[in-house]
């Protein structure tokens, strides 16, 4: 998979070099661009934002730099890029999204400062290719930047063979399965006893079928405490009579 990001920040997407997605980099599995927007600027200032029409607070970038930049990048590679625009407006970035953004073999992402991009930028490229502004989660960042680190590492573990078990998916909260909709239980690993506290015996039985069982109650029991909402929008199939007694 090859991922574009655009920015004035170059530096910000550093931690791409890291764990999993740097090794992902590493081995080839992942071919990441990492482009600043000024030098598509052509001013002394290397300026690339200015005041809003129509007058209140905050910078707009200039969609002459964006224009520039974004050309340059598909000219650079075969076929169409989705180009992935952060923006506190946008859809919600989910493990949904992840899974589809995972299929693609482009990905161009435009993160922006100030109070956003020239919407004629996104009306523009809108035009012919797919745009998809995404937000991670009701609340304002500075900058699409942290987004993107965000969402590639959702994107990069999902490809095949950049997570070391493929299984390691599997139990994934929002995964699709079995334990849909439920958020991930408690996990223990050795000392079997840490400052007085020891571990559930369930997972020392050896009983495969209780393990499970134990493992869906606390999925249950986690989800009904931390997102209720969860539980709310379920499917009613989806729960066991077991939950019900809870
Ligand atoms: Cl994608 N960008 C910014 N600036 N803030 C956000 C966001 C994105 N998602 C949530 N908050």
Redesign the pocket.
């Known amino acids: 998979m090859r991922l574009d990001v655009v920015t004035i920040f170059p530096e910000y997407l550093e931690p791409l070099n890291v764990s999993l997605v740097g090794k992902a980099r590493a081995r080839g599995q992942l071919d990441v661009r990492v482009h600043d927007l000024r030098t598509f600027t052509h001013d002394r200032h290397n300026t690339v934002d200015d005041t809003p029409y129509g007058g209140g607070p905050g910078m707009v970038m200039k969609p002459e730099p964006w224009g520039e930049a974004l050309d340059s990048v598909l000219e650079s590679g075969e076929g169409e890029p989705v180009i992935v625009v ?3 407006s ?1 859809r919600p970035f989910t493990q949904e999204l992840a899974v589809e953004l995972s299929g693609k073999p482009w990905l161009v992402f435009t993160p ?1 400062r100030y109070e956003g991009i020239d919407r004629r930028v996104i009306e523009e490229y809108g035009d012919r290719l797919d745009v998809r502004e ?11 930047e942290a ?1 993107v680190l965000v969402m590639v590492e959702a994107i990069a573990r999902l490809l095949p063979g950049v997570l070391g078990n493929a299984e390691s998916h599997r139990d994934d909260s929002f995964a699709p399965g079995a334990m849909a909709d439920l958020l991930e239980g408690p996990v223990y690993t050795k000392p079997p006893e840490w400052r007085g506290r020891g571990i559930p015996q369930v997972l020392l039985s050896g009983h495969h079928g209780k393990i499970a069982r134990w493992r869906r109650d606390e999925a249950f029991r986690r989800t009904s405490e931390n997102r209720p909402d969860l539980i709310e929008r379920c499917d009613p199939a989806a729960l066991d009579k077991h939950d019900r007694s809870m």
């Open positions: 952060p923006t506190p946008g922006a995404v937000s991670i989660g009701d609340y304002v960042l500075a900058g699409g987004p």
